[in-house]
């Protein structure tokens, strides 16, 4: 059984930072592409940043400059800093990824983290 856990979250003032991470554990061949999405209150669930198995990132252009993704697969993580916070970053914060396990690439999430941005 393969398990998402995401750790890092928070309270923060306008401003700072946090880095959230996602840790895979289980029957883990490798995992491929990975994502963190964002659920703000009221909010349809939505993609934040994306990287690739070969390093290759992508992100929304309202963190573009200020949120950078990345991933240690010695470690089978995957993290998220934010730098330059705002309020509107408020929401429950979720690891995705697509993870080889018994030779079959499966789709897995998170069970999420809060990150509060307030002062």
């Known amino acids: 059984q393969v398990q998402l856990v995401e750790s890092g979250g928070g309270l923060v003032q306008p401003g700072g930072s946090l880095r959230l991470s996602c840790a895979a554990s289980?029957?883990?061949?490798?995992?491929?592409?990975a994502h963190w999405y964002r659920q703000g209150p009221g909010w349809q669930r939505e993609l934040v940043a994306t990287?690739?198995?070969?390093?290759?990132?992508n992100y929304a252009d309202s963190v573009k400059g200020r949120f950078a993704i990345s991933r240690d697969d010695a470690k089978n993580t995957v993290y998220l800093q934010m730098n330059s916070l705002k309020p509107e970053d408020t929401a429950v914060y979720y690891c995705?990824?697509?993870?080889?396990?018994?030779?079959?690439?499966?789709?897995?999430w998170g069970q999420g983290t809060q990150v509060s941005v307030s002062s």
């Open positions: 995705n990824a697509d993870i080889y396990t018994d030779w079959k690439l499966r789709n897995y």
């Open positions: 289980g029957s883990i061949s490798s995992i491929n592409n």
């Open positions: 990287i690739t198995k070969s390093g290759s990132t």
